[in-house]
């Protein structure tokens, strides 16, 4: 949008010339008419008054030269119509009043049209600074929107990662029900196949079978969640039963390395609005650190995960190890992206964590465990806390 002519402004494009100019004939003429029809009623109401409101009318509406138009009109009709008997001085002083209000009018008109071009200055400013907001607006939603499908991205891989380190620990996982359920299946056969079949042994076998390939099923339907990729799902959440998950998920890879699994969750915890997914990736990646901690340590070796409630109704998951601890001098660096003590390790895992964990509106660190090793706290708000 250009910049506002003030010529334009001046010019009154809303009227055309024959308008304007017709404005002041027809004012002038209807002052004269008024003053005609109080001068038949014997009203002692002289014409200037009728032609002063004339000639501001024109100036108003139809603009400066009209508006003097409108004068020099007035001051005729005055002269040769209503007062043609006075003398010159008072034909001049009344020709001055006509001027000196013209004067003024046009002042005031010409205040108005600067004022109606500087709001319509105003207005295209305005205007262009709106596109130009608009356009950044849709440029940061096109950012933020690759940004939140990059770190999507990012944390999947991150959980893919994760699971093909306990590659061997969840076939071993899924192993077990598996072979139970071979076993049960092969002692219901033999019930079955003896010359008097023992029905009773062979349906409870039977039943065991069912019950270990379900066991199977939940848990390659548990990791295959960890590895599905979608759009962030957020719903009501038991955070217990997810730690019990996760729990149940790394059991054998803890039992792998002598390491004892201890829980203490409060029954009184609120639910919470949150992604399953991405909160069992950020128990499970803390687990796993702690389980990895504490592998080559000649001591104890014990992993406890502990949920309550905190102020202001905020809920709060630990992750308590007795591992090697933060690292010394880089403990305010362990959130930072890439920074790792693992010769393998991404260096994404705890940023990717407290990522998701901020973006429930919660927070997540770390703190030196005493007398030895480290605990991740992270709090989450409670469905109460959520105005959305």
């Not at 969840?170 to 010359?195: F, G, Y």
Request: charged content about 25%.
């Amino acid at each position: 949008m250009g910049k506002p002519d003030k010529e334009k402004w001046n010019a009154r494009p809303a009227a055309s010339a024959a308008i304007r100019y017709g404005l002041a004939m027809v004012s002038v003429a209807a002052a004269a008419g008024l003053t005609r029809l109080f001068l038949y009623f014997h009203l002692p109401l002289a014409f200037n008054a009728f032609a002063l409101t004339a000639i501001a009318v024109t100036f108003w509406y139809g603009g400066t030269k009209p508006g003097i138009l409108a004068a020099v009109l007035s001051a005729l009709v005055r002269s040769y119509i209503f007062d043609p008997e006075i003398n010159s001085i008072s034909h001049v002083l009344y020709d001055l009043v006509f001027l000196v209000f013209a004067l003024l009018m046009t002042a005031v008109t010409r205040a108005r049209d600067d004022l109606e071009v500087r709001v319509a200055e105003r207005t295209a400013e305005l205007t262009r600074a709106n596109e130009d907001l608009k356009l950044e607006i849709a440029e940061r939603n096109r950012a933020e929107d690759a940004l939140r499908q990059a770190q999507g991205d990012l944390a999947r891989i991150s959980r893919v990662t994760t699971m093909g380190e306990l590659t061997a620990s969840l076939a071993h996982e899924v192993n077990q029900p598996i072979a139970a359920a071979v076993t049960d299946a092969s002692t219901c056969l033999r019930w079955l196949t003896r010359a008097e079949p023992d029905l009773a042994e062979a349906r409870e076998a039977a039943s065991r079978v069912v019950r270990d390939a379900a066991r199977a099923t939940e848990i390659i339907g548990r990791i295959r969640s960890l590895f599905k990729k979608g759009v962030s799902q957020r719903e009501l959440l038991d955070v217990n039963e997810i730690i019990r998950g996760m729990v149940d998920l790394l059991r054998s890879e803890a039992t792998r390395y002598s390491i004892l699994m201890r829980t203490e969750l409060s029954e009184e915890l609120p639910q919470i609005m949150g992604d399953r997914v991405q909160l069992q990736q950020v128990l499970m990646n803390l687990m796993i650190n702690g389980i990895e901690a504490m592998k080559d340590v000649d001591r104890t070796r014990e992993l406890a995960v502990k949920s309550q409630t905190v102020e202001d109704e905020q809920l709060m998951v630990s992750v308590s190890d007795t591992g090697v601890g933060l690292p010394p001098q880089q403990a305010d660096q362990i959130f930072n992206p890439f920074f790792t003590t693992k010769d393998d390790g991404t260096g994404m895992g705890l940023r990717i964590s407290r990522s998701i964990v901020e973006s429930h509106g919660g927070r997540l660190w770390a703190a030196d465990n005493a007398p030895r090793g480290a605990t991740f706290h992270l709090t989450l708000p409670s469905k109460a806390d959520i105005h959305e």
